[in-house]
């Protein structure tokens, strides 16, 4: 029997539970155990729950470690000090800060001989490899990335970092008349502002101020500060009965003239019922990408636009060959 790739996950929220359920798709795979910083004993997971705190006892254990935390706090931290140490997927979303990160982690790795594939998911992530290949064989065009309407894990979970938020959610909704023109071909100067409205909905602490909160996430760097931001402070009980799934999509579009002046358009388009359960299968299945890296020796960090489509798959290249090409 063919060894299985051995899979620790850190973390145990929206994406770590994803993973766990993920891996239950993919055969070539074994969950290992499940690292954390709360006390492990409260973890209701079908995996091992270990304290983050003894991650190095299972070093020999795990090939690849998928960090399931927030972009905000968590993989800055967490990121450069596990990649010392494991091969590692994660889903840093911060997209004017990738560089830096990418910098961090590829020194980490490097140092610790490992491998890790950052800022994977469908955007930062598949959107990544479609605008790559469209703006390829589409030069001279223009590319555009719409989001929503649906949940932002990132952005949701930089809310609930805020002190006073008890519960909190941000919905990216892009304009309609802005997607419309792009549709049309004509190739509109947009702004951040004029792509995509972000509208969040907050349960805040007992006696928290609710306008140092909304403050606080219209002014985000990155995040909030350049967007037309709403904020509506609501109850637990109509949190909980109108914000508990995570629908999300969105669409990379791409448009261009070819050499006799024929209008070229293409477009990939995502609808999610649940973005984490998405998220976290894109991260299963980059596992098995870094995996084969790490076999065939190479060390640092790549981004999904460094792995080639047939490391992604559990088929072989023959196979490959045959049934999708």
């Known amino acids: 029997m063919?060894?299985?790739?051995?899979?620790?996950?850190?973390?145990?929220?929206?994406?770590?539970?994803?993973?766990?359920?993920?891996?239950?798709?993919?055969?070539d795979m074994e969950g290992i155990a499940v690292f954390t910083r709360r006390n492990p004993e409260e973890l209701d997971s079908k995996f091992k729950a270990v304290s983050l705190d003894d991650i190095l006892d299972y070093k020999d254990q795990i090939d690849c470690l998928i960090l399931c935390g927030g972009?905000?706090?968590?993989?800055?931290?967490?990121?450069?000090?596990?990649?010392?140490?494991?091969?590692?997927i994660d889903s840093y979303d911060n997209h004017n800060n990738i560089p830096h990160y990418f910098e961090d982690m590829d020194a980490a790795a490097k140092n610790g001989n490992q491998v890790s594939i950052i800022s994977v998911g469908w955007d930062p992530g598949l959107f990544s490899v479609n605008r790559a290949i469209l703006e390829s064989v589409l030069p001279g065009g223009e590319t555009y990335t719409f989001w929503g309407k649906g949940l932002s894990q990132g952005h949701s979970d930089a809310i609930r970092r805020i002190s006073g938020v008890k519960f909190g959610v941000q919905y990216t909704i892009p304009m309609e008349s802005s997607l419309e023109k792009v549709r049309s071909g004509v190739n509109p100067e947009l702004s951040t502002r004029e792509k995509h409205e972000r509208v969040c909905y907050v349960v805040e602490k007992e006696n928290a101020d609710r306008q140092l909160i909304e403050k606080t996430i219209k002014t985000m760097p990155?995040?909030?500060?350049?967007?037309?931001?709403?904020?509506h402070f609501i109850d637990e009980?109509?949190?909980?009965?109108?914000?508990?799934?995570?629908?999300?999509?969105?669409f990379v579009i791409r448009t261009a003239t070819s050499?006799?002046?024929?209008?070229?358009?293409?477009?990939?388009?995502?609808q999610l019922e649940s973005?984490?359960?998405?998220?976290?299968?894109?991260?299963?299945?980059?596992?098995?990408?870094?995996?084969?890296?790490?076999?065939?020796?190479k060390t640092g960090a790549f981004s999904v636009l460094d792995v080639p489509p047939a490391y992604l798959s559990a088929k072989t290249s023959e196979q490959l060959r045959k049934e999708l090409l």
Do not use: C, W
């Not at 299985?4 to 798709?25: S, T």
């Not at 905000?72 to 494991?86: I, M, R, S, Y």
């Not at 990155?222 to 904020?231: C, G, K, L």
């Not at 050499?259 to 995502?270: R, V």
């Open 2 to 27: 063919t060894k299985k790739i051995r899979i620790g996950l850190v973390g145990y929220g929206n994406i770590g539970k994803g993973v766990e359920l993920a891996l239950e798709k993919f055969p």
């Open 71 to 88: 972009s905000a706090t968590d993989l800055p931290e967490q990121g450069p000090n596990l990649a010392k140490n494991f091969s590692t």
């Open 259 to 270: 050499a006799n002046n024929n209008k070229q358009k293409a477009e990939f388009q995502l």
């Open 222 to 231: 990155d995040y909030f500060e350049p967007y037309n931001t709403t904020v």
């Open 237 to 250: 009980k109509t949190f909980k009965k109108d914000h508990n799934k995570m629908p999300h999509g969105g």
């Open 275 to 297: 973005n984490a359960e998405f998220t976290s299968s894109i991260l299963v299945a980059y596992a098995r990408a870094a995996y084969r890296f790490k076999t065939d020796g």
